[in-house]
């Protein structure tokens, strides 16, 4: 494997302490030590498609942060929104010696590098581009992932995903737990891939299900079923639910969904339908149990239309 396909697949890797998709911690400072950190004048700021929606220049930032009392009252996305500016191309050939710039998405979080020339041309193929449907469609996206994570992560089962090269995406805090339980520390990612994949420590003890893969880890003496994640028809991965015992022929369950015979879409959906239900139970109306879930108030009527969920 090259240098840039591991540290491809290092960035894949996603191992969470705590809620990856809140930024309530994100502060518009965070911003100003990128253009110090990467010692740039501007920051180009694009969608989750890889669309250029604006760009941050250092010295408007620095300025619009001199009035603490208005900043400090806007989300990270909304700071960055309001201050990347489209740019023409005539308007980036001052800046044509910078050989690479830091991207950043309206999150402020680091999307890699792009060369001049990579600029320029986003900045030719952005005109038309609308930047509110651009920064609306990654707000969405970023409480999709939000709320597959709160999923995976209130799973009553210790939960361990790889991706098809068998490299770490995710694992929840039962398994994090199981793992220190076992060895004092805290998970060695490196480790369990191989303890995965090492046909000699991995026995297939039961196929009742032709759907579920059941194994018996040795070196870890736990059970677990390999899942696979699918993404456009194709296995991307799979998902590993672990016991320290053997489910025998009991059937996968979570609290009120079935899983058998379902697709992974499908677990989701009724999870968060779930989900849903009891935010609207537990909000005095709508707009609180909005809250709650941390959607906007027509994001949470499009998802009750969804789900066909009764309000009383």
Known sequence: MSDEEIKKEEVETKEFTENPFDH????????????????????PVVSKR????????????????SDIERVEKLKIDEFITRNAVKMSFDDLIPFGKIREFVVINIFGEVQGKWSRIQLFTACDNSKGTNQENEVKKQQEDQVL???????????????YAINEKGRTIFYNSHFENMYIEKYGTEVDVAMMEKLFSDPMKNELFSNA?????????????????????????????????????SSGSE????????????????????????????AIRKGKNLDESAEILKLGRQALNSKIKKFSIEVK
């Open 24 to 43: 309530q911690n994100a502060r518009p400072e965070d911003v100003v030590r990128l253009f110090y950190i990467h010692d740039v004048p501007i920051i």
């Open 50 to 65: 890889g669309m250029l929606i604006g760009i941050l220049k250092k010295q408007g930032i620095i300025s619009e942060l």
């Open 145 to 159: 992932d939000w709320m597959i994570y709160l999923i995976l992560e209130h799973i009553p089962r210790a939960l």
């Open 209 to 245: 299900n032709e759907n579920d893969l059941s194994f018996h880890n040795d070196e870890l003496d736990i059970f677990y079923e390999k899942i696979p994640l699918m993404s456009n028809e194709k296995k991307s991965g799979f998902l590993i639910f672990c016991d320290k015992k």
């Open 251 to 278: 059937e996968l369950r979570l609290p009120g969904v079935d899983l058998r015979e379902k697709s992974l879409q499908e677990i989701v959906e009724a999870v968060e339908r779930h989900i849903i239900v009891d």
